[in-house]
């Protein structure tokens, strides 16, 4: 039988971190740890307001459900993943939480890791992670880049000085620069500044509209030459076939697709329509950065830079190489958790 424990943490940031929904100082996130005879798997999820879901609202929920997840038989994370989604429609994050401290779970249990698990190879040439700079006066981002050396960095913009930030940017470094509007453009503005951004060489641009503006985001994917990665408009599988229409590709973020298992099929499902793939973070601390890592092979880009931008972590055992992450070889997500939790 499983046993299962929970905390609600508030973890601080470097930075204030602004985009363009709002400002916050601290990510809220919630852990699990399932259990089973010794051996002990944890998951994360991060709490986003856009998303509204609440630390508090997973911790209720997984008290009104945890007799019957403690009852399963971890025989199979897929299994047990599809357990959840039907028990718990309603809060994928929770889902995502719990399916990866299964798959953590299952991996010390046949000692293996998650990567070896999932039966994903090894590549030379691992993406490297970028680092985020959120919305701020153009001398803060300056100095936050200045202080922070990357050879990508995400920038995000939203406001009314987008092209003046990017130029400056631009002039400071000659890293790989990706921007995120977090739907914060209108599609004339986002026309406006496509040809600068196209100049100052931008690898990639996040959910330039709001997500209702699918025939606008159409158009605007057809004069860009930079890609268009869809983050808010792609939350799970179902929203694939829309975005294959409307983006050149698509960010797949573990908490709001609800986990490991679902995130794999949603990367299968982007392959066949030809689409790019990041794998995204919700600033998550190492526990959740570290599945992200070991699906990182799969993918073209990786922002999974939530240990970089927090002042404190949650666990260790991830090791980051000239902005790479190293997939760790230990059994499970392959990292050790704080004693403090």
């Keep these: 039988m499983l046993s299962i424990q929970y905390w609600q943490k508030e973890l601080a940031f470097e930075f204030p971190f602004t985009i363009s929904k709002g400002t916050k100082t601290h990510q809220p996130t919630f852990i699990v740890e399932l259990g089973w005879r010794g051996l002990k798997g944890y998951g994360e999820a991060p709490a986003i307001s856009y998303y509204d879901i609440t630390t508090r609202q997973m911790a209720d929920d997984l008290e009104k459900y945890k007799t019957a997840i403690e009852r399963f038989s971890l025989m199979d994370p897929k299994r047990f993943w599809h357990f959840l989604h039907h028990l718990i429609p309603g809060n994928p994050f929770l889902v995502c939480a719990l399916d990866m401290a299964a798959w953590d779970l299952f991996g010390k249990m046949r000692k293996q890791s998650l990567r070896d698990l999932l039966q994903i190879q090894p590549t030379f040439s691992p993406p490297l992670t970028d680092y985020t700079i959120g919305i701020d006066s153009k001398e803060m981002m300056l100095q936050k880049l200045r202080q922070n050396p990357a050879p990508v960095y995400k920038i995000k913009l939203g406001g009314m000085h987008d092209l003046e930030i990017i130029e400056a940017i631009r002039k400071e470094t000659t890293a790989a620069i990706r921007v995120d509007a977090n739907a914060g453009w209108t599609y004339d503005e986002a026309k406006e500044i496509l040809p600068a951004l196209t100049l100052f060489g931008v690898e990639l641009i996040e959910q330039p509209?709001?997500?209702?503006?699918?025939?606008?985001?159409?158009?605007?994917?057809?004069?860009?030459?930079?890609?268009?990665?869809?983050?808010?408009?792609?939350?799970?599988?179902?929203?694939?076939?829309?975005?294959?229409?409307?983006?050149?590709?698509?960010?797949?973020?573990?908490?709001?697709?609800?986990?490991?298992?679902?995130?794999?099929?949603?990367?299968?499902?982007?392959?066949?329509?030809?689409?790019?793939?990041?794998?995204?973070?919700?600033?998550?601390?190492?526990?959740?950065?570290?599945?992200?890592?070991?699906?990182?092979?799969?993918?073209?880009?990786?922002?999974?830079?939530?240990?970089?931008?927090?002042?404190?972590?949650?666990?260790?055992?991830?090791?980051?190489?000239?902005?790479?992450?190293?997939?760790?070889?230990?059994?499970?997500?392959?990292?050790?958790?704080?004693?403090?939790?």
Aim: proline residues 5%.
């Design 209 to 341: 509209l709001p997500i209702e503006q699918w025939t606008d985001m159409q158009a605007l994917k057809s004069i860009s030459s930079i890609p268009m990665i869809a983050d808010e408009s792609c939350v799970n599988a179902k929203d694939i076939e829309h975005c294959a229409e409307s983006f050149h590709g698509i960010n797949i973020k573990l908490t709001k697709c609800s986990g490991i298992t679902p995130a794999m099929e949603m990367i299968a499902s982007a392959r066949k329509k030809g689409l790019k793939i990041m794998l995204g973070c919700m600033n998550e601390s190492s526990i959740g950065t570290a599945a992200m890592v070991h699906l990182s092979p799969l993918v073209d880009y990786l922002d999974a830079d939530g240990p970089l931008l927090l002042k404190e972590d949650l666990a260790t055992g991830l090791l980051l190489e000239n902005h790479a992450w190293q997939i760790p070889s230990g059994h499970g997500l392959g990292i050790q958790i704080n004693n403090d939790l």
